[in-house]
T-cell receptor, first 110, second 114 residues
Framework: KQEVTQIPAALSVPEGENLVLNCSFT??????LQWFRQDPGKGLTSLLL?????REQTSGRLNASLDKSSGRSTLYIAASQPGDSATYLC?????????FGTGTRLQVFP | NAGVTQTPKFQVLKTGQSMTLQCAQD?????MSWYRQDPGMGLRLIHY???????DQGEVPNGYNVSRSTTEDFPLRLLSAAPSQTSVYFC?????????????FGPGTRLTVT
């Protein structure tokens, strides 16, 4: 059974720091991996999608990497800002469903 | 283009009551899903649909029914609400199958069952 784990569960950093969020999964037979952002009381917003054949994807200050063989993905946030404060979720896709991790709650303070 | 919309935003039910959570999308997506989000457990798939008239069960389908009579709408019905169904419910849609493309999520419905 595919399990997705995110470490750390919570993170608090000062503005300007570069930071890394981790996601690990137990079964490497995935189609893709997605990173989402969730603001309190809101839905999920897709940030990056990495296909299983890709190694990384970049969008602005965000860079996500994927290592299928080791069952790991990282989300790198450069020059963090208070507006980055949110919960970040990763999800791996099987043929017809997404399996989500429990998320990392990030707080960036001025 | 409203994206994925959900109503209501909040709902309180008594045990045994029934209700329908509404989900609609205006992006002409074939694929739609319902998830529930509980503290410490991540999002779990309840039911999903690959097109009008076609639905299937996800990881936690018990106590819920769905139907898909149109491409736009995918309502979730709670037949007899139980306190264990207290959760935040999210609807999602996508143009491609879940495993291959980006998912678009609604804002969620926060349900409390007393």
């Amino acid at each position: 059974k595919q399990e997705v784990t995110q470490i750390p569960a919570a993170l608090s950093v000062p503005e300007g720091e570069n930071l890394v969020l981790n996601c690990s999964f137990t079964d490497s037979a995935i189609y893709n991996l997605q990173w989402f952002r969730q603001d309190p009381g809101k839905g999920l917003t897709s940030l990056l999608l990495i296909q299983s054949s890709q190694r990384e994807q970049t969008s602005g200050r965000l860079n996500a990497s994927l290592d299928k063989s080791s069952g790991r993905s990282t989300l790198y946030i450069a020059a963090s800002q208070p507006g980055d404060s949110a919960t970040y979720l990763c999800a791996v896709s099987l043929t017809d469903k997404l399996i989500f991790g429990t998320g990392t709650r990030l707080q960036v303070f001025p | 283009n409203a994206g994925v919309t959900q109503t209501p935003k909040f709902q309180v039910l008594k045990t045994g009551q029934s209700m329908t959570l509404q989900c609609a999308q205006d992006m002409n997506h074939e694929y739609m899903s319902w998830y529930r989000q509980d503290p410490g457990m991540g999002l779990r798939l309840i039911h999903y649909s690959v097109g009008a008239g076609i639905t299937d069960q996800g990881e936690v389908p018990n106590g819920y029914n769905v139907s898909r009579s149109t491409t736009e709408d995918f309502p979730l019905r709670l037949l007899s609400a139980a306190p264990s169904q207290t959760s935040v419910y999210f609807c999602a849609s996508s143009y491609t199958p879940v495993g291959s493309g980006e998912q678009y999520f609604g804002p969620g419905t926060r349900l409390t069952v007393t």
